[in-house]
């Protein structure tokens, strides 16, 4: 392995130069610093971090936590993430929890063994505040993303689950949808609790009646294992005055699980029923938008987060707390039509 003293013996200087090149500390000479840095090129040389990292006390790596990284929400978010340490100088440790506990807390043992300089995370559930309490105890600072955990203590960024689903239902109310069913992600999830609450209040605050029966909660491991279409088998079996004229579908896989379900049955969307969803459904964005959706800007989660992150750790932010809520934008496509 090339070392700063093979550097050094080729461009002819001294190893403490060598060093200050590579960390641009200290004076030198500009025909100095070029000759340093052919050497380096010359040699194929790469700093061995690890070294590095035990005279810092730093990584320059930051763990990054997310529950699925199919969903291109969260692929999103964690380019934004990316980008952002990479522009600060960090590296991003992406760690895929499948929304499930125990994969989450073998990941926060890596990142601690890893010895990561901060961990941004969005929980896979309320449970995981002792897991992040873990980190917290070894002075690794932490910013949860996307979704809270009561008793928390620290930063977060969040999109703003209530007034989006608020939006959405406005819209099927505008368009004369009274019977409106939601599918719904787990309740120990802060964005499904959220979701629910502004479906519940835009109902209440248009006079319209809350039918429990039109309210499911579907894990979000188990999207694709046929949960959704036995739920929507259950609301067709309804006498017709009740059947739902629209589904509002928590995130975009629990909307892309209903298209399916509903076409298996034969129903078409938006001619038989209406469909909106939270998050952008995606490659087909791109071709022809079809779904109505709350859209969030998923890339900014990741930058605010990495941004948050680095600013705690050059001691640059000293308050307890910061919360940051991004609002969504609400995309009327084809998916929905008035009665």
Known sequence: MVTIYDIAKKANVSAMTVSRVINNSGKIKETTRKKVEQAIKDLSYVPNSAARSLISNQTKTLGLLLPDISNPFFAKLARGAEDKALELGYRVLLCNTDEDAAKEMNYIDMVLSARVDGVLIAPTCDQSLEQIDRLSDHGIPVVLIDRTIEGFQGDYV?????????K???????????NIAFINGPSNVSTARERLRGYLETLKLNALPIYEHYISEIDFKNVQSGATKKIIEQLLCLEPSKKPSAIFAANNFIAISTIKALKELGLQVPDDISVVCFDEVEPVVYFDPFFTVASQPAQEFGKIGVQFLIERLSGGYQEDERKVVLSPDILIRKSTRSL
């Not at 969040?158 to 608020?166: A, F, H, P, T, V």
């Open 168 to 178: 959405l239902m406005e819209h099927l109310i505008s368009l004369g949808h009274h």
């Open 158 to 166: 969040l999109g703003d689950s209530y007034e989006g689903s608020r």
